[in-house]
């Protein structure tokens, strides 16, 4: 299913445009609207639909400047432009900028239908041909995508002549030179284990790479996208940064049965501090604990420097699982530890007493590396009655291990990535505070926690499960669920209260989120 996002400063289009077509009976999904195109552009950020639909003119930022922002920053994007205007000037302007479509007021709900229709195609022949695995084998072929690949590889690694690097750099079309650096590596995996719909998706990312003005990248080995970020300064550096990884991650996981887990180094003035990013990247990429689903992480969420301190004692097999393990592995984990006390019957106690000895040891180091002291955060698990009640039969053995290695993938988890707890925390209050104003925004919350809205929207998303947009519309919702409750207020008031600029789009979110509209959940309640 395809996603469709609505702007136009006449609440009476949108909700015509809104409310007349069937949008699911044409395989679309229809995901908001704004009235205008600052909000929208912040909004888009968040949802990042497959179709825009925009008029011309509209106040602050018009349906054009929005068109020409969106095609630089998300250039998937399909856009329908809506105008009265039967100008030769704007149909140019919008043509130059990529729109799909240009439809001229008034229009009918079956020529929106069959824009829409027209453009959906255009996406799927786009995917055929950006998805084609011959197309990307070919164009590695390709002697300068060769002789480009091999160079960056180098750069990144540390081992080219730095002086002359970017000249050597633009005689083979690469433009290096920038203020600030930042490495993003992405490896790209199949749910199922499907090496074919691994490689679709890394011909889908491979082919929209090239349009990145800020980025170089190659793939490195099969399925791991290296990119060298550039920014000006700092601030620019970090959304150009988020912005790419979101991308990235839009794109493997849009309609592929892929995730893709995203790691980003630390920023660096200069191109001889590259190989220390992509250390960093890479380095995180290689010990942190993924699960299934798509993640990004970036130097500011992981001590980096602390992760060298899970180099324990490589010899024993518990420890070096340790340094990497999920949940997931727990079992396979006891029962290496069961098989060697198995094979030592005579011994047995012995052998669990050793293992179990060995493991805490290997844990007090690990809270230690961020710290922490097993002492104070787990003191029963140091003290000889632990091991002598634990070595008694295999069922206890079995009980007390997996005490210990579920409090240390916990401990582990916790210390890597809860470092925007405070962060999250000033924004929930600040959205609680400030959700009756139409112009709260994923830009306007960013700004306030002093992120950039695409590092703020990544944390977010990873931290609480939850888009910033579904987060603070299931606020209003809420709070629209109690003055329905608790007063006799009208439904447009209600609206306008809880920070909806159309009453009808917040009887079509309403109902969206509870299957109510608020007259019919008034109605619930009286009952």
Not at 166 to 171: F, I, P, S, T
Not at 367 to 377: H, I, P, T, Y
């Amino acid at each position: 299913m395809y996603s469709v996002f609505l702007v136009d400063d006449e609440p009476i289009l949108l909700e015509g445009i809104r409310s007349k077509i069937d949008w699911e009976s044409i395989g679309i999904n229809f995901v908001g609207e704004a009235t205008d195109g600052e909000i929208a552009l912040s909004m888009l950020q968040e949802l990042k639909p497959d179709i825009l639909i925009t008029d011309v003119k509209m106040p602050f930022m018009d349906g054009l400047e929005l068109a020409a922002a969106i095609k630089k920053i998300q250039p998937w994007i399909k856009i329908i432009i809506l105008s009265g205007h039967d100008e030769f000037d704007y149909a140019k302007k919008a043509i130059s900028i990529g729109v799909e479509d240009y439809l001229l007021k008034p229009f009918t709900a079956s020529e929106v239908i069959e824009s829409v229709k027209k453009v959906t195609e255009h996406i799927d022949l786009e995917r055929a041909q950006l998805s084609s695995i011959s197309r990307m084998k070919e164009e590695l072929k390709s002697r300068n995508k060769l002789i480009q690949k091999e160079f960056l590889n180098n750069l990144v690694h540390g081992s080219l002549n730095f002086d002359e690097a970017v000249e050597d750099g633009r005689k083979i079309s690469l433009e290096l030179d920038s203020s600030f650096y930042r490495i993003i590596i992405s490896r790209i995996v199949s749910s199922s284990q499907d090496v074919q719909l691994q490689e679709q998706a890394c011909s889908l990312v491979n082919s929209y790479s090239s349009a990145w003005t800020h980025a170089l990248s190659f793939f490195h080995g099969n399925n791991r996208l290296v990119c060298i970020v550039k920014g000006n300064d700092v601030s620019e550096l970090e959304e150009n940064t988020f912005h790419i990884a979101e991308t990235i991650e839009h794109i493997v996981t849009k309609d592929q049965k892929c995730v893709v887990y995203t790691t980003i180094g630390r920023t660096v003035e200069k191109l001889s501090e590259l190989s220390l990013s992509y250390s960093d990247a890479k380095k995180i990429l290689e010990v942190t604990n993924f699960g299934s689903k798509s993640v990004i992480i970036s130097s500011e969420d992981i001590d980096v420097d602390n992760i060298e301190l899970l180099n324990l004692k490589e010899n024993n097999p518990l420890v070096e699982r340790l340094k990497y393990a999920g949940k997931s592995d727990i079992s396979a984990i006891i029962e290496e530890s069961l098989s060697l006390i198995r094979s030592n019957p005579s011994q047995s106690k012995v052998f669990s007493s050793y293992l179990l000895v060995d493991l805490i040891f290997a844990v007090s180091q690990l809270v230690e590396s961020f710290g922490g002291n097993l002492k104070e955060e787990k003191p029963q698990m140091i003290q000889r009655s632990f091991i002598d009640s634990a070595v008694n039969d295999e069922e206890s053995f079995v009980t007390k291990i997996q005490d210990i290695l579920n409090f240390a993938l916990d401990y582990r988890d916790s210390k890597m990535t809860s470092r925007y707890g405070s962060i999250i925390l000033k924004a929930k209050e600040y959205i609680d505070k400030n959700y009756a104003n139409q112009n709260t925004t994923l830009t306007s919350v960013a700004d306030y926690v002093c992120l950039s809205p695409n590092h703020f929207s990544t944390i977010f998303s990873q931290e609480c499960n939850t888009t910033f947009i579904e987060y603070l519309t299931n606020v209003r919702i809420e709070k629209a669920r109690q003055l329905i409750k608790n007063t006799d207020m009208k439904g447009y008031d209600i609206a306008y209260e809880c920070g909806f600029s159309d009453p009808h789009y917040f009887s079509y979110i309403f109902k969206k989120n509870t299957g109510l509209t608020p007259r019919e959940y008034k109605a619930s309640i009286a009952d």
